[in-house]
């Protein structure tokens, strides 16, 4: 079955700590995997795929396949980060939907 | 940079009617989805559409639900018949050779 798992609902981190959202994946292939992130009432944006090997807003993500993990690091928490984070993955066909995570809320303390 | 478009940002409706959500896709952009969220849920699949047609469809996407590409740009997602619990955030998308664009979706309440 095509899941995607994350562990935390709310993870709260102090500014200038470092931040680490988990996300595992189930799914029989080879999956392209996203982060996207929902600010307040916004919509929701790209924040990286793992087929970019992009670092952006000083996010990185490693694809574990070992492991099936894709989690969502960076070194140095800032007050904009908080945000909800979704892990998600799409699969090799070109229209394939995106399957979602429950979200993790990002929350950046003072 | 090319945003999808989405109206009405908020619809209220009485149970049991109809509403029709709609969507303008990034122009050159083949893929077109749509998802919900219900409130404090993860967002679901509904359906994809490609060559003016349903490519595919979630268990959530039962006959109730339509979705038209009326005039090659527009995008709508019709409710026939509205239920309580129809409410959520609903969220267009359209996919090109990039990767997906969301819309700032529409909050759909059901009353």
């Known amino acids: 079955a095509q899941r995607v798992t994350q562990p935390e609902k709310l993870l709260s981190v102090f500014k200038g700590a470092p931040v680490e959202l988990k996300c595992n994946y189930s799914?029989?292939?080879?999956?392209?995997l996203f982060w996207y992130v929902q600010y307040s009432r916004q919509r929701l944006q790209l924040l990286l795929r793992h087929i970019s090997r992009e670092s952006i807003k000083g996010f990185t993500a490693d694809l574990n396949k070992g492991e099936t993990s894709f989690h969502l690091k960076k070194p140095f928490a800032q007050e904009e980060d908080s945000a909800m984070y979704y892990c998600a993955l799409s699969g090799e066909g070109r229209d394939d939907k995106i399957i979602f995570g429950k979200g993790t809320r990002l929350h950046i303390l003072p | 940079e090319p945003e999808v478009t989405q109206t009405p940002s908020h619809q209220v409706t009485q149970m049991g009617q109809e509403v029709i959500l709609r969507c303008v896709p990034i122009s050159n952009h083949l893929y077109f989805y749509w998802y919900r969220q219900i409130l404090g849920q993860k967002v679901e699949f509904l359906v994809s559409f490609y060559n003016n047609e349903i490519s595919e469809k979630s268990e959530i996407f039962d006959d109730q639900f339509s979705v038209e590409r009326p005039d090659g740009s527009n995008f709508t997602l019709k409710i026939r018949s509205t239920k309580l619990e129809d409410s959520a955030m609903y969220f267009c998308?359209?996919?090109?050779?990039?990767?997906?664009?969301f819309g700032s979706g529409t909050r759909l309440t059901v009353v």
């Open positions: 998308a359209s996919q090109g050779n990039y990767g997906y664009t």
């Open positions: 799914y029989s292939g080879s999956p392209e």
